[in-house]
Each structure stands twice: as structure tokens, then as C-alpha cells.
């Protein structure tokens, strides 16, 4: 509603993109998806790219996202790979290799474009995909029903349940995030995250991040930390947290260190006072913008 049109969201703000999209997790595409009506304003002339090599010009628009759209929308003789065709292909054709390394990549592609049906890609691709969904499921598949058992490699050498193989994953990488939610006469001071890092370009309170859990006192005794207050006073009222908070490769376990502050503060590094009021217009990561809604100001 907000945005009916392609120009219509192309001239909009990152920051209300954002904060319509907050809450919802994986803000690099709501990023992307501004940046793609932009270049479709900017340089397809207002209209949606017809061409696999078109539609790879659109940020966040990678070769799955672009086959399934050229050979569902176009009828374009382009193979799509996703999970479950992974899984059909991997297992009917008896591949152990990792799907999710270079090699694995490229020979899959090559499999699914061996296999695709030039006359008809989109309900080919559809039907792959569904089949890997309802038939060739990751735990409990069909294989007494299925009608591709006697030439499926894995079902005649009993290796259904190992394939697709993935290399082996990195353990989550584990963070704290101390927050220092200064309490200013009804406001709050707030900065914006501009580092090649999750929630970029969202909103956050000052941050301390340390290698592990801290107390208040080790806190207080951070060069950071006495440098964001630059020597003016604060009086600690409370501590939220840790909460944790799961990101596909990371663990974040979230403090909200809390204190009163005095007229005339001013904490040091790239952050503004705001009400609370605006505060809630802001775009936060979804943990943060938990605690806001949480607290009775």
C-alpha cells in the first residue's frame, strides 16, 4: 500500500524502507529490494528485466532467484536449484559432493541444466521442486512409491538419508553486546550501525562489544567505555539481559545496561539525543526494538 509502484518505492528512503521492514529479520534485503527498483528506474526504464542476464543486475537477485523467475514468468530454458533439487539430484544421481562447495555448485548446475526441459522450463522446475517437497523429502521419503526407485543411484546402493552432503559447518560464532541506555530527561541517545556488519544502517544504542560476558564494574573499567562518557558522571539504575538472540551464523547475547545521566550529557562518538517518542519511529533490530516496546518510559 505504502509503496504501489516500482517508482513509487524507488524514490523512497532507506530509513522508512527499514522501519517498515523492522521486525522481519534479514534487513539486507529490504536494502536490496530498494536498490532493485532504483536500477529498474534508473536503468531499465521503469520496467521489470525480461532476460536471465537482466534480472542479474538487480541487487540481491542471485542465479536461483533469476532462473525461477526467467522460466516461470518467461518460459527461459534456465534450471533452478534449491534445496529440494538439491536433494533429488544429488540422490537420483548418486553425487556425494558437498553441495555447498564451488565444485558441488557447478557440477549441480550443470546436472539441473542436463536435465531441464527446454520447451516447457517453468513447469519443470515447478514440478522438481514440488517433487523434492512432498516425494524425495529430507527424512522419511517415498522411495517404496516413487516412480524414479529403479534408476535412483541412492535408493539402489541404500544411501537416501546421506545424501545431499554439506561440508561440515563452522560452530556459531558467539558475541556480546553491552548497550548503554542512557536515561535523558524522557530521551534516549541513539546511533546508526554503518559498518560492514549485521543490521547495518539500523539504530542502536552506544555498544561495547567484548569478547565474553562482563561484569558492571569490568564495564566500567573499559577504555570504551570511559571514553563514550568522556569523564561525565552517570548513575547505573538497572541491567536487561543477557538475551539472546540467533542469527544464522552467530549467537548474540544482548545486555542493556541502563543509567540516569545529568543536563548537558553529551556521550562521545556518532550518536544523537532523541525523544522516546521518535525513538519509536526509528528502525532497530528486532531485540532492541523489543526492549523499547517493554519499557514504560
Known amino acids: 500500500e505504502r509503496f504501489p509502484t516500482v517508482q513509487a518505492l524507488a524514490t523512497a528512503s532507506e530509513d522508512e524502507v527499514l522501519k517498515l521492514w523492522e521486525g522481519l529479520g534479514y534487513y539486507s534485503r529490504a536494502r536490496n529490494l530498494l536498490e532493485a527498483a532504483r536500477t529498474i528506474v534508473r536503468e531499465h526504464g521503469g520496467r521489470f528485466p525480461r532476460s536471465y542476464e537482466g534480472l542479474l543486475t538487480l541487487k540481491g537477485v542471485g542465479p536461483y532467484t533469476a532462473a525461477a523467475i526467467a522460466s516461470f514468468a518467461y518460459g527461459l530454458p534456465h534450471a533452478v536449484l534449491d534445496g529440494n533439487v538439491f536433494r533429488v539430484l544429488a540422490r537420483f544421481c548418486g553425487v556425494d559432493l558437498p553441495i555447498d562447495s564451488s565444485r558441488g555448485k557447478k557440477h549441480f548446475q550443470q546436472l539441473a541444466d542436463a536435465f531441464l526441459d527446454p520447451a516447457d522450463p517453468g513447469a519443470y522446475n515447478q514440478t522438481l521442486m514440488n517433487f523434492g517437497a512432498t516425494w524425495c523429502t529430507p527424512q522419511n521419503p517415498r522411495c517404496r512409491q516413487c516412480p524414479l526407485a529403479p534408476r535412483c543411484k541412492a535408493h ?142
Open 156 to 297: 539402489q546402493e541404500g544411501s537416501v538419508l546421506q545424501l545431499p552432503r554439506k561440508s561440515k559447518s563452522a560452530p556459531k560464532r558467539q558475541r556480546h553486546f553491552h548497550y548503554l541506555v542512557f536515561h535523558d530527561d524522557g530521551a534516549l541517545w541513539v546511533g546508526k550501525r554503518t559498518d560492514r556488519d549485521i543490521w547495518k544502517h539500523l539504530h542502536e544504542f552506544p555498544l561495547i562489544e567484548s569478547p565474553r560476558p562482563l561484569t558492571r564494574p569490568a564495564l566500567q573499567a573499559l577504555p570504551a567505555f570511559r571514553h563514550i562518557l568522556g569523564g561525565q558522571p552517570a548513575r547505573f539504575l538497572q541491567k536487561a539481559g543477557p538475551l539472546r538472540h540467533v542469527l544464522s551464523h552467530q549467537l548474540l547475547l544482548l545486555n542493556f545496561w541502563e543509567w540516569e545521566v545529568q543536563e548537558g550529557f553529551v556521550p562521545k562518538g556518532p550518536y544523537r539525543k532523541v525523544s522516546v517518542e521518535t525513538a519509536g519511529g526509528l528502525a532497530f533490530p528486532r531485540p532492541l526494538q523489543r526492549f523499547l516496546q517493554r519499557k514504560s518510559w
